[in-house]
Every structure is written in structure tokens, then in C-alpha cells.
């Protein structure tokens, strides 16, 4: 069987069923820098790009640095940086399988060998943007990072030695500036990467005019991406989808449906660059993200942490199994409707914007082509529970003026899954010294679990020792089946 690459598509021998690149596909300038070679950029902005370009509207390639010394990139040269993508999960409620070959990555350079064709890549006329994700712990500051080295250790001081020749080439003309979209998953990324930039332009006395360049000239946005991007498929659907399409493809990765890239900027020069921003309602370009960062917290997040303990006790071991039980799928509803979007919404969030999200978040969850694991959702389960959900309580409580009944089973779970678990919290030391009451108050009173007094949410820790006795008492899917009976009286 053929390999995925150009001379495949001349030989035009695909499958129908298949989204294939547009005539001239291979001739359009490359227009973006991209640091990172990982699944998630190739699932999601090179995935906006590639359906703009079919659309005849971005008209650009992508050349991306592999960073990493680990693995190389004959992979991405074998098959001329054509891969598949599989689209496959639930949308609006349906069931949604496509698959389309992405051609918007023109090639794929080695930061360790190619640093000089990097270079020349920096300095054409026609770049415009910069897209990164280099890890959460890649946008750091190494004060002892050597700019002129080839190349830099850090992906900070990579940038910033690139956007230095570039400003001597261009000798300062503010028109050449960049538009850099860093996508790593830290708040306020864009900001921290510009402060950082600066910080390394200090150091290396590389002249206030560089520094009013790069703030002037440069456009570095915060942004927000969120898609399940699990990657390779397993070897089994590979065999069959490559059966299926006639060719292989060692780069296939899989993705589900849903997609969002928000990018926080008020700036038409931005949208100007970002034109694929026009072609999918998953880019969503804005002053403020914060709006969205907290949506994707509260009720994907949240609601992930609510449930992750209930779900292992009712003995399921991934997000979709649990989605088949019905009882779990009210309780996932409930939590969602009656109490976590009563607790976010107000003059920032409408109860709409609310509710279309919170219909992602059924879709999402009942995909029936991820395996997601419970377990993996629950590491570092106290942590994400304070960052997470601390506040829906309190928010929900002091609205409502009532206690959260489906947050405080989700918390009652927690607590006894934590039973058996040794962590930094040890709160499983504290099952053996006190009983289920003097227990869930200790708990809830400790500020430096939750920076804040949980006992005093009135009505909260009555409700978690009700919900606790009874998961103690019976099976955690007669508890939920129960706690949907009394909502629907």
C-alpha cells in the first residue's frame, strides 16, 4: 500500500469520501512560523489554516521547528508534511465521522540543525504570524540562555533572537511586525511570553529601539485553545481507515469535533493577519477571553472534577461508558443546568451563552471514539477541585441561598474516593483519626486546601455528610438514580 504524499495526490487515486487539498496547494508562500510539531497545533490552528487555504482565503503555508531532540522529522519529510485528519465524536447532539488531508504545513525544519534555514525563513517578506506550543513549562525565562547560539536553549530566547535579525533586517520598519499566538496551556501566555521577550532584550543590550519594535511593531495575544486531540489512532482503526482510504499515513492523528482557538485582541491588524478567523466559528477573535477561559473552566472543568470520583465509585473507567447510564447522564445534566450555570451567569455571562456551551460539554462527553479515562481526569484531584469548583460553590450558595446538592455529592465522592489515596493532602490519614462528621468538617474548614473557609457555605457541609453516608451506605448509582428522582418531583 502507497504512503501518504504528493505524488499520491497527482496520481488522484482517493477515495470520494475524502477532503483532498486544493489545485496549487503546494505553491502558496509560507506566511506562519510554527514551534511545536505536536498533535494539538496540527489538530487545531494548522487544521484552521488548511480549510481556509481550500477556501482560497488565508493563502498560506506553515514551516514548522521541531525544538525536541527526541525522534526527528523524516516522517514529516517521507510524506511531504501531509497528514490525515479524522474528525470523529458527537455535534449537536449527532454523530459526526470526516476525514480530509491537511496540506498546510510546507515543511518541517530541525531547531538543531537547520537553525540558519530558520533564519531565512524569519526574514521573508511574507511572514506574518507565529503560532508555539512548546509545554506549559516552554514560556520561561533562562536568564542565561545565549541568543547567539545555534540555536537558543529556550523557545523564549529562539524568538527573541529571530525577532532581533528580523527587526535588522527590515531596519526597524514597524510594518514588518509579527502577530505571535503562543498556545501553551498557562494564563495569560501571550503576556508572560512578551514580558519575557523584553526581559531578554534587557539582558542582552539589544537597544530600546528593538524593545519599542517588538512593542509597537508585534501584536503577542493572550489565547485559549481547547480540543480533544487524542493523536495517532490505535493500530486497529488505523489498519481499517487506511484499508478504507488506500494509502498510509504514519502522521494521522484524531480529533473530535468541537474547536475553539480565542485570541484576545481588539487590533485590525490582527484580524487582518488571522483571515482564517472568518472561515471557522471555532476562531473566535475578542478584547477580553476571560469570558471564555471561564466557561471552559467552569463547565467543562468543573464538571469533570464534580463527576471524575462519583464515576470511578459507580465502577465506570471512562468518560464514555459513563455516558451510556442514563442515571449518570441526568446527574451530569442536573449538575450542569440547575447549578453550575446558576452560579456563573450574571452581567458577564448570559444564561445563553451558558447553555450553548453547556451542550458542547453533553456532546463532548458522550464521544463515543475517545477513551478517556476517569483516572487520568482525577490526578491531582484536590487541586483541581479548589481551582475548579471552589467558587460554584460559594457562588451558587450565595445566589441561591441554599446549598448545591449535585456539587455536594460530586465533593462526598471525592471524599471517599480520596479515602484510599495517598497525596500531599492526606486526607486519608484523617478517615482513620475522626468520624464521617468531625471529617467532612476538618475538611471543609482547611484554608490551605481551598484558600477559603468551605464550612461556613451554609447548608454545604449538612449536604456532604448526608451525601457521604448514603455513598457509604449503598452503591453510588442508587445514590444518583435517588438524588435525579427527588430533582424530577
Known amino acids: 500500500m502507497a504512503k501518504l504524499n504528493k505524488t499520491l495526490l497527482k496520481e488522484n487515486k482517493l477515495s470520494k469520501e475524502l477532503t483532498s487539498p486544493v489545485q496549487g496547494w503546494d505553491q502558496l508562500p509560507e506566511k506562519v512560523l510554527q514551534f511545536g510539531t505536536g498533535v494539538l497545533l496540527r489538530g487545531l490552528p494548522d487544521y484552521f489554516i488548511d480549510k481556509a487555504n481550500q477556501q482560497g482565503v488565508f493563502n498560506g503555508r506553515v514551516v514548522v521547528v521541531k525544538s525536541t531532540v527526541k525522534g526527528g522529522i523524516s516522517e514529516f519529510e517521507d510524506q511531504d508534511s501531509l497528514y490525515t485528519l479524522y474528525i470523529k465524536g458527537i455535534e449537536n447532539g449527532n454523530e459526526v465521522q470526516k476525514s480530509k488531508i491537511i496540506s498546510s504545513i510546507s515543511r518541517v525544519l530541525a531547531a538543531n540543525e537547520d537553525w540558519e534555514e530558520i533564519i531565512d525563513v524569519a526574514m521573508k517578506d511574507e511572514l506574518e504570524l507565529v503560532i508555539s506550543n512548546t509545554?506549559?513549562?516552554?514560556?520561561?525565562?533562562?536568564?542565561?540562555?545565549?541568543?547567539?547560539?545555534?540555536?537558543?536553549?529556550?523557545?523564549?530566547?529562539?524568538l527573541t533572537a529571530l525577532l532581533y535579525k528580523r527587526f535588522l533586517h527590515f531596519r526597524g520598519d514597524e510594518s514588518k511586525g509579527l502577530v505571535i499566538l503562543p498556545t501553551e496551556l498557562i494564563s495569560d501566555n501571550g503576556s508572560k511570553l512578551k514580558e519575557i521577550i523584553i526581559e531578554l532584550s534587557r539582558i542582552h543590550n539589544l537597544g530600546e529601539d528593538f524593545i519599542n519594535w517588538i512593542k509597537q511593531a508585534n501584536h503577542i495575544c493572550n489565547t485559549l485553545v481547547d480540543r480533544i486531540v487524542p493523536g495517532k489512532l490505535?493500530?486497529?482503526?488505523?489498519?481499517?481507515?487506511?484499508?478504507?482510504?488506500?494509502?498510509?499515513d504514519d502522521l494521522a492523528i484524531l480529533v473530535e469535533p468541537f474547536r475553539l482557538w480565542a485570541i484576545e485582541s481588539n487590533s485590525d491588524e490582527v484580524k487582518r493577519v488571522l483571515s482564517f478567523a472568518s472561515i471557522d466559528k471555532g476562531v473566535v477573535i475578542v478584547p477580553d477571553i476571560g469570558k471564555l477561559k471561564e466557561l471552559?473552566?467552569?463547565?467543562?472543568?468543573?464538571?469533570?472534577?464534580?463527576?471524575?470520583?462519583?464515576?470511578?465509585?459507580?465502577?465506570?473507567?471512562?468518560?464514555?461508558?459513563?455516558?451510556?447510564?442514563?442515571?449518570?447522564?441526568?446527574?451530569?445534566?442536573?449538575?450542569?443546568?440547575?447549578?453550575?450555570?446558576?452560579?456563573?451567569?450574571?452581567?458577564e455571562i448570559s444564561v445563553a451563552e451558558a447553555n450553548d456551551f453547556a451542550g458542547h460539554v453533553v456532546d463532548r462527553f458522550s464521544n463515543p471514539f475517545l477513551d478517556h479515562s476517569w483516572k487520568s481526569i482525577c490526578f491531582n484531584y484536590?487541586?483541581?477541585?479548589?481551582?475548579?469548583?471552589?467558587?460554584?460553590?460559594?457562588?451558587?450558595?450565595?445566589?441561591?441561598?441554599?446549598?448545591?446538592?449535585?456539587?455536594?455529592?460530586?465533593?462526598?465522592?471525592?471524599?471517599?474516593?480520596?479515602?484510599d489515596v495517598e497525596d500531599e493532602s492526606s486526607l486519608n490519614s484523617l478517615w482513620k483519626e475522626y468520624d464521617l462528621n468531625e471529617l467532612v468538617d476538618r475538611i471543609l474548614k482547611n484554608q490551605k486546601l481551598?484558600?477559603?473557609?468551605?464550612?461556613?457555605?451554609?447548608g454545604f457541609a449538612e449536604a456532604v455528610k448526608t451525601q457521604l453516608q448514603l455513598l457509604l451506605n449503598y452503591p453510588a448509582l442508587e445514590v444518583i438514580r435517588q438524588m435525579n428522582n427527588n430533582q424530577n418531583k
Not at 234 to 248: F, I, V, W
Not at 297 to 326: D, Q
Open 135 to 158: 509545554t506549559e513549562v516552554g514560556i520561561v525565562l533562562d536568564t542565561k540562555d545565549d541568543l547567539k547560539a545555534k540555536p537558543p536553549h529556550s523557545f523564549p530566547a529562539k
Open 234 to 248: 490505535s493500530k486497529e482503526d488505523q489498519k481499517q481507515e487506511e484499508l478504507q482510504l488506500g494509502y498510509m
Open 382 to 419: 484536590t487541586s483541581k477541585l479548589q481551582m475548579r469548583t471552589v467558587a460554584l460553590i460559594e457562588n451558587y450558595s450565595r445566589k441561591r441561598q441554599v446549598a448545591p446538592q449535585y456539587m455536594a455529592l460530586g465533593f462526598a465522592a471525592y471524599l471517599l474516593f480520596m479515602k
Open 296 to 347: 471552559k473552566l467552569r463547565l467543562l472543568n468543573g464538571s469533570h472534577t464534580f463527576s471524575c470520583g462519583l464515576a470511578l465509585l459507580c465502577g465506570f473507567s471512562t468518560v464514555k461508558e459513563a455516558m451510556r447510564n442514563e442515571d449518570f447522564v441526568l446527574y451530569l445534566q442536573h449538575l450542569l443546568q440547575e447549578e453550575i450555570i446558576p452560579a456563573i451567569t450574571g452581567e
Open 450 to 458: 481551598w484558600n477559603t473557609d468551605l464550612s461556613k457555605v451554609s
